[in-house]
């Protein structure tokens, strides 16, 4: 392979500049998870306790079922399509996904590849982010009964 002397300074300075752009970027730290909750949770006291064991204050919730958990936890508000727009930027900056108490429904499309939901598109930009992602499931029996 024969590379005139031009062509090797012209490849070195690319190299050199992409470096130096990378260097001087801010470092992108990932931390705590975003808990979403997109449906009633029977229980939240484990759930709560779960997050701040596994997050502490570096955990988020957002979802139509937050509405049942305390106020220790911080809650992003994801109701409208603009909220729902707006949470995604920060997403990125969050290292673990949490899908909690998801219904059967949801598990479908996130298997089929359907994103056209909120919570099915943030767990599958999530997935290909290449973040952890994780199912909660409720497999204890609720007191009541479902019909």
């Not at 300075?13 to 909750?37: D, F, N, Q, S, T």
């Not at 484990?46 to 911080?74: H, I, N, W």
């Not at 029996?141 to 479902?146: I, V, Y």
Request: hydrophobic share 40%; charged share 25%; glycine share 8%.
């Amino acid at each position: 392979m024969n590379i005139d002397e031009k062509e090797l300074k012209s490849i070195i300075r690319r190299i050199a500049e992409r470096i130096i752009r990378e260097m001087l970027e801010p470092e992108k730290v990932e931390r705590g998870a975003l808990a979403l909750v997109p449906s009633f949770v029977p229980d939240a006291g484990p759930l709560e306790q779960y997050l701040k064991d596994q997050y502490g204050v570096e955990a988020a919730c957002a979802g139509e079922g937050t509405g049942m958990l305390s106020d220790t936890l911080r809650k992003i508000s994801a109701g409208t399509a603009q909220e729902q727009q707006r949470l995604m930027e920060p997403q990125k900056s969050f290292a673990d996904i949490v899908l909690v108490c998801p219904p059967l429904w949801l598990l479908q499309n996130i298997a089929a590849g359907n994103d056209r939901g909120f919570y099915e598109q943030t767990v599958m930009r999530g997935l290909l982010w290449h973040k952890n992602v994780t199912v909660l499931l409720d497999f204890e029996r609720p007191g009541f009964s479902r019909s």
